[in-house]
Nanobody, 126 residues
């Protein structure tokens, strides 16, 4: 039984920051945690991921140098620090667990992620 719970979403002005957290339970093997987002009227896209085993990370180009993903294996949490937020970052953010591919070397793909959180809303607006 795997459970993922996101927290930290909210309303922020452009240029502001938010920190999203993903608390995981029931994961006993090495795995990858990915962050996805879905903007209104658009398909869900992978944003970033991190491997529990070796700490490898990946960021899509649109968030590089603005977002930072990190892990705390002891607490089974993954954090997405989002800085310099833009209106186009608006969407529902989901964390998900992938135990098929153990490393994070490319943009997260939904097909590899079998467990999902409920999502947390991020709104970037003036």
């Amino acid at each position: 039984q795997v459970q993922l719970v996101e927290s930290g979403g909210g309303l922020v002005q452009p240029g502001g920051s938010l920190t999203l957290s993903c608390a995981a339970s029931g994961l006993t093997l090495d795995y990858v945690i990915g962050w996805f987002r879905q903007a209104p009227g658009k398909e869900r896209e992978g944003v970033s991921c991190i491997s529990r085993s070796d700490g490898s990370t990946y960021y899509i180009d649109s968030v590089k140098d603005r977002f930072t993903i990190s892990r705390d294996n002891a607490k089974n949490t993954v954090t997405l620090q989002m800085n310099s937020l833009k209106p186009e970052d608006t969407g529902v953010y989901y964390c998900a667990a992938n135990w098929v591919v153990p490393l994070c070397t490319t943009a997260p793909r939904e097909r590899y992620y079998g467990s999902w959180g409920q999502g947390t809303q991020v709104t970037v607006s003036s």
